[in-house]
């Protein structure tokens, strides 16, 4: 088992890319806190981990809310004793013109993807400094390094994902924690629309694809991986990934 007795926090937990993740970081070993906006995404996760033999706990929690978030940790803390893994995931996508697209929902995207992102990765940070080992994995997108119409603020905000990366696994590094981004192109869960979908066909990544390239940033064996936005866009179309 690659995860053999770690902690791990994955955020956005519920569905899609984080269920996939929690759920291969539990057939790992890893001892899971599963948190999600949503208790019965939560639940539902936690229960389904719990019922395949795994270890996991669940937290309702808003990212860009700083007492969510540290209760999250605090949470993991209090069950498991240390934590050694952070996946931020929490993530939302809004489309729409600039000339009519409304400030507060661009906002919102700012805050959960980029606030969030931050926030978590400030609350965990100090437990891994002091046990001088520690993964951060952020789940950006290939729209942190290109831009698509009528997604500014998703395109901003996966931008400054992958910026923060960089800079957070600069300052990390002297203690033996790794920070790197994950960059998909299109990923079959909940944001995608059927009509994307029929128009992807077979290029469409799905969620434990993603998962298993997070397991590998998360192990051992990616120890001298630090610092960097991996793409992962299978045969998906320029047009069509996000």
Known sequence: ????????????????????????????????????????????????????????????????VEDDVQKMVNATLHEFG????????????????????????????????LIGTFLCSKAVAPHLIEQQWGRIINIASR??????????????????????TKSLAEELAPCRITVNAICPGLVETGMVTETVKEQAGDAIIQPHEIAELALYLASEEAGAVNGEAINIFGSAKLHLGF
């Not at 893994?85 to 919102?108: F, M, T």
């Not at 729209?143 to 923060?164: D, N, Q, R, W």
């Open 1 to 64: 088992m690659k995860l053999k007795n770690k902690v791990a926090i994955v955020t956005g937990g519920g569905r899609g890319i984080g269920r996939a993740i929690a759920h291969l970081y539990a057939r790992e070993g890893a001892k899971l806190m599963v948190s999600a906006r949503t208790s019965n995404q939560v639940e539902q996760t936690t229960r389904s981990i719990i019922e395949s033999g795994g270890q996991a706990i669940g937290v309702a929690a808003d990212v860009t």
């Open 82 to 113: 240390r934590v050694d893994i952070l996946v931020n995931n929490a993530g939302i996508l809004e489309s729409g013109p600039i000339v009519a697209i409304d400030s507060q929902l661009w906002r919102r995207v700012i805050e959960v993807n």
């Open 143 to 164: 729209s942190g390094k290109i831009g698509h119409p009528f997604l500014t603020a998703y395109c901003a905000s996966k931008h400054g994902v992958v910026g923060f």
